[in-house]
């Protein structure tokens, strides 16, 4: 399970004529070349790429545990009209999977008004296309994180309720006095699952934008190979690079990130 | 009674306004990024649009065309290939090794656990690039092991029967851990006694992990089968990198071919009606999962 990734590691350790001589392959590298990590960062404007990752991956992280939150609070506990209609319709969120939706996306993108050289029909320009606004918005909401809230919030006893509005307590002190310090866990395996799923999408970045500057570190992969031959060292050193931050957050939080899967098992 | 009036009012802008705040910001990015495009696409799929012109409506000739286009039932095809090949594998790998993980005489199991796992952490961008490496039929791992055992190399990304097994190889690897981590959680809660009688009974182990074990994670099975399938059917990342659908359309999917029609091609409506049949398919398999799961075991 693990070969490939010693491979890569060990690949981007190698200097180049030990990769590309013919017959005398070995698995370790004959010399330790670090270099490698460096000159396959300055091949490509990667500080761009992570900036622009790491932007992404943050606010969407915090903005939709907020967002997602506040929503599975309010289904699981307080009362509106409407409340099981509006939350039937979260539901189907989970079962559209995201490809589906790709097309009438990338059309609203392009048609926002007053952005992009838009005018307020949403014509003339290039919207939020290539945009932060592109990659951070959409990504706040999310039936899966809706979901997960509710169920969580669910299982908090009723009398906490009853006794914060007898004390006179607004559902907003409510939540943010009692559901909100009592939320960790889900917070945590929430989280990480979203930090995830952010730090390693590809397919939604690769439509919604076409420009170096908006490049996310997973399409910045490509790179390397859009340039006829491959330089496999190079190639495996930004490989190892972009999948260490995930790593870290993995590592650290293996528990939550566990408690997670099993709580959600949607992915 | 003087208050009551006062009362009402807190009582109501208090349950009733208040709640519909805190699902606004939510809605409201949830109706525009999703529910409005899923009426789009439907709306699309019949319609001959292309971004220059406005829309023309078409009818069903765009579904017409897409079964007779063999691009795209080769892709349908491919794609129940992916999903059958990728599936039991993994399924039947990710017991085995959550039944020797849950042996209690095994050490380090937490660094097992996390190896088996980590494949899944990492992007499907990150893994394809990694297995590129191995499959490269110059420099790679794969090849250059079977010349060093003075074998036949192969062409294994570029030679259309073995790129579609290629392909779906990196997803056993990467799924396998996923399917492991929720098998188990679900052999954890077998309770113990189960064994114990059987163990006092005089059933073997073998007899033991059929009669009791699989029976008992029956529910955990259909699961897993479920959302593996919905996922496999939405297979794009690593057959846009690896191979992008080649050699001679043997590894393209239907994600693929949308992918292709709507952006590179432009083909707005055609690539509509695509993503039309996927949405068909996928909810097909979660009524399947809503009528026959058991859905009291599930872990949800």
Redesign the interface.
């Given at each position: 399970?693990?070969l490939?990734?010693i491979?890569?590691v060990f690949?981007a350790l190698k200097a180049s004529d030990e990769?590309?001589l013919?017959?005398s392959?070995s698995?370790f590298p004959k010399a330790w070349r670090i270099a490698n990590f460096i000159e396959a960062m300055n091949l490509a404007p990667w500080h761009r790429y992570f900036t622009n990752s790491f932007f992404i991956t943050f606010v969407v992280v915090i903005g939709s545990l907020f967002?997602?939150s506040?929503?599975g609070?309010?289904?699981a506990r307080?009362?509106?009209?409407g409340?099981d209609f509006?939350f039937f319709?979260?539901l189907?969120?989970?079962?559209?999977?995201?490809?589906?939706?790709?097309?009438?996306?990338?059309?609203?993108m392009r048609a926002m008004p007053f952005f992009g050289g838009n005018n307020w029909l949403g014509q003339g320009g290039t919207g939020w296309l290539d945009t932060y606004y592109a990659l951070i918005?959409?990504a706040?909401?999310g039936?899966i994180g809706?979901f997960l809230c509710r169920?969580f919030y669910l299982g908090f006893p009723k009398a906490l309720d009853e006794a914060a509005?007898i004390d006179g307590c607004?559902?907003?002190r409510a939540?943010f006095m009692i559901y909100m310090p009592a939320s960790k866990p889900i917070y945590a395996s929430l989280g990480i699952l979203k930090t995830?799923a952010v730090?390693?999408?590809?397919?939604y970045p690769l439509?919604m934008t076409n420009s170096e500057k908006m490049r996310t570190v997973?399409l910045g992969?490509?790179v390397y190979?859009s340039s006829g031959t491959?330089q496999?060292e190079y190639?495996?050193a930004a490989?190892t690079i972009?999948?260490i931050p995930?790593?870290i957050v993995?590592?650290c939080f293996?528990r939550y990130f566990?408690q997670g899967?099993?709580?959600?098992?949607?992915? | 009674m003087k208050n009551r009036p006062k009362r009402f009012f807190r009582k109501k802008l208090n349950s009733e306004r208040i709640g519909l705040l805190f699902i606004l910001p939510n809605y409201l990015i949830y109706t525009v990024f999703v529910l409005i495009p899923v009426i789009w696409t439907l709306y699309l799929g019949f319609t001959d649009y292309n971004l220059m012109s406005a829309p023309k409506w078409v009818g069903i000739q765009n579904y017409v065309q897409a079964f007779q286009d063999e691009n795209f039932t080769t892709a349908l095809m491919n794609t129940f290939l992916f999903s059958i090949f990728t599936i039991f594998p993994s399924m039947v790998l990710g017991l085995i090794a959550a039944v020797l993980l849950n042996n209690k005489l095994l050490k380090g199991k937490a660094i097992f656990r996390a190896c088996y796992y980590m494949p899944n952490i990492i992007s499907m961008v990150a893994a394809s690039m990694v297995w590129l490496w191995i499959y490269d039929p110059g420099h790679g791992l794969l090849n250059s092991i079977l010349m060093a055992m003075k074998m036949e190399t192969k062409d294994w990304l570029f030679d259309p029967f073995l790129a579609m097994p290629s392909v779906i190889l990196v997803n056993i690897w990467n799924g396998l851990g996923y399917n492991m981590i929720i098998y188990l959680a679900g052999l954890q809660g077998i309770p113990e006694y189960l064994y114990e009688a059987a163990t006092v009974d005089g059933a073997s182990k073998l007899r033991q992990f059929f009669t009791i074990t699989i029976p008992m994670i029956k529910p955990i099975t259909f699961f897993l089968f479920v959302m593996a399938c919905i996922k496999s059917f939405q297979v794009f990342d690593q057959v846009f990198i690896m191979t992008n659908g080649g050699p001679i359309n043997s590894t393209t999917t239907i994600v693929h071919q949308i992918y292709q029609n709507a952006f590179q091609y432009n083909k707005m409506g055609y690539a509509s009606a695509m993503a039309l049949v996927l949405l068909l398919i996928t909810t097909t398999i979660t009524l399947f999962n809503f009528k026959y799961g058991n859905q009291e075991s599930d872990i949800i």
């Open positions: 399970m693990m490939p990734f491979g890569m690949t990769i590309y013919a017959n392959f698995f967002f997602n506040f929503a609070y309010s289904f307080l009362k509106f009209p409340r509006l319709f979260i189907i969120g989970l079962m559209v999977p995201p490809q589906v939706t790709i097309i009438p996306q990338f059309l609203i918005i959409p706040l909401s039936s809706i169920q509005r607004s559902p907003f939540y995830v730090w390693n999408d590809f397919f439509v997973q992969l490509q190979r491959v496999w190639l495996m490989t972009v999948t995930v790593l993995f590592l293996q566990v899967i099993m709580t959600s098992g949607i992915k | -």
